[in-house]
C-alpha cells in the first residue's frame, strides 16, 4: 500500500525501512509535521501514518479524505490527537499501536523519580567540574514510601509492579479498578485518599476530558508537602501554572515531567540555537528539583521496533480488508427517539 509517513526522525525512518522488508509498502516519508496545512502532501495515498504531535483535526482529515486516504495508521497508542467522529464520518479507518513497550515508558517514570530523589543529574555535572561536596544532593530512601498510581492499565501496572520492588506501598485509582491488579496487593482508593497518603504520584491515564488537568490547584492543595509528581503520560494531564505555583510554594517537591501541554511547539526538534518563546516552560527548567524529558519515555530500541511492526502489519490488515483490534472508533452517536 502507499503510505504517507508523517514526522519522520531518521530513526522512524531506519526502524520502519527494515520492518517493510517483510511486508513490502510502498513508505513515502516526510520530515514535516501532520496537519491541515502539510495534509495536501498527502494526495493520492490511500493510507496516512502519523505521530503523537501531529493533528488530525477535521480539516485536515477532510483535507485527505477529498485525496482519497482512507486509512490513518498511528504510530501511537494515544488518540487524542485525532479527530475521531470526522474520520468516522468521512469513512477512514484509523488503526493505533495499542502495546508497544510499557515497559519502556514504566522504566522511564522509575528513571525520573531516582534521578529526582537522588540529585543524579546535578552530581553528574558537579563531578565533571572536579566538585565532590555532597551538600544539596540528600535524598530519601524509597523503600518504604507510598506511591500512588492514576490510571492501572498496561503501563500504570507495571510502574507499579517495579515500584513494588523497591518496597513501597502502592495505592491505586482507575475509572475501572482491575481485580487482578488489587489481588496482587495494591490498594484502590478514591482520588483525594489518592492524593492525601502518597509520596510520589505518577499519572498513567490516557488524556480524556474527563482528565484534562487532573492535576490542578485543588488537586496539589490536598497533597502531602514535598510530593513527588511524575507524568510521562500527557501533557495537559498536568495544570503546568499550578504545578509552577506548587513548586514555589515548596508543596511540589519534586516534579518530574515527560510530556507537556504545549510540547506541539517544542518536543522532538533540536532548538538548541533558538530563543524559547514558551515562558511558562522556561520557567519550569529554572527549578533545580524539575526534570523534563522531550517526550523519550517510550524511546527503546525494542519499542520502536513494535511500533513500526504493528503499523505495518495495521496497514496490511487494512490492505486485505481483515478486521483489527486496533481500530479506534468514535463513541458512538445517542440517537434521538
Ligand atoms: P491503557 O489503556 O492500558 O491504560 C490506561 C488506564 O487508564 C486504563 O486502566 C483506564 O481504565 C484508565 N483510565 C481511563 N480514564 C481514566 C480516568 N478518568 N481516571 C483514571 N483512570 C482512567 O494505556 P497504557 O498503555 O497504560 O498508556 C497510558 C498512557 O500513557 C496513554 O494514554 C498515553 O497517553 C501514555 N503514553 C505515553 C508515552 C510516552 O512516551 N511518554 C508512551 C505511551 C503511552
Do not use: W
Amino acid at each position: 500500500m502507499r503510505v504517507a509517513v508523517f514526522s519522520t526522525k531518521p530513526y522512524d525512518r531506519r526502524f520502519l525501512e527494515a520492518a517493510n522488508a517483510k511486508y513490502g509498502h510502498e513508505l513515502e516519508f516526510f520530515t514535516a509535521e501532520f496537519n491541515a496545512n502539510t495534509a495536501p502532501l498527502a494526495a493520492d495515498f490511500p493510507a496516512v501514518c502519523i505521530f503523537v504531535n501531529d493533528n488530525a483535526d477535521a480539516k485536515a482529515l477532510k483535507i485527505i479524505a477529498s485525496k482519497g486516504t482512507k486509512l490513518l495508521a498511528l504510530r501511537s497508542a494515544g488518540f487524542n490527537h485525532v479527530d475521531l467522529q470526522t474520520a468516522t464520518d468521512l469513512g477512514i479507518t484509523v488503526l493505533r499501536v495499542p502495546a508497544y513497550s510499557p515497559y519502556a515508558v514504566a522504566e522511564h517514570a522509575v528513571g525520573l523519580i531516582l534521578t529526582l530523589n537522588r540529585k543524579i543529574h546535578r552530581a553528574f555535572n558537579r563531578v565533571r567540574e572536579g566538585n565532590f561536596a555532597l551538600e544539596g544532593l540528600m535524598g530519601f530512601d524509597i523503600h518504604g514510601r507510598t506511591v500512588g498510581v492514576i490510571g492501572t492499565g498496561k503501563i500504570g501496572q507495571i510502574f507499579g509492579n517495579l515500584m513494588k520492588g523497591f518496597g513501597c506501598q502502592i495505592l491505586a485509582y482507575d475509572l475501572y479498578p482491575n481485580a487482578d491488579y488489587a489481588a496482587s496487593g495494591v490498594k484502590y482508593v478514591d482520588l483525594p485518599e489518592l492524593f492525601a497518603n502518597s509520596d510520589i504520584i505518577s499519572l498513567h491515564c490516557p488524556l480524556t476530558p474527563e482528565t484534562y488537568h487532573l492535576i490542578d490547584e485543588q488537586a496539589i492543595a490536598q497533597m502531602k508537602t514535598g510530593v513527588t509528581i511524575v507524568n510521562t503520560s500527557r501533557g495537559a494531564l498536568v495544570n503546568t501554572e499550578a504545578v509552577i505555583a506548587g513548586l514555589k510554594s515548596e508543596k511540589i517537591g519534586y516534579l518530574g515531567l515527560d510530556v507537556y501541554e504545549q510540547e506541539g511547539e517544542l518536543f522532538f526538534e533540536d532548538l538548541s540555537m533558538e530563543i524559547i518563546q514558551d515562558d511558562v516552560f522556561q520557567r519550569l527548567l529554572t527549578f533545580p528539583n524539575v526534570i523534563v524529558t522531550g517526550h523519550q519515555a517510550f524511546f527503546t530500541e525494542d519499542a520502536v521496533q513494535n511500533i513500526c511492526e504493528t503499523t505495518l502489519s495495521n496497514i496490511s490488515d487494512f490492505e486485505q480488508g481483515l478486521p483489527s483490534q486496533n481500530e479506534v472508533k468514535a463513541p458512538q452517536r445517542a440517537t434521538s427517539k
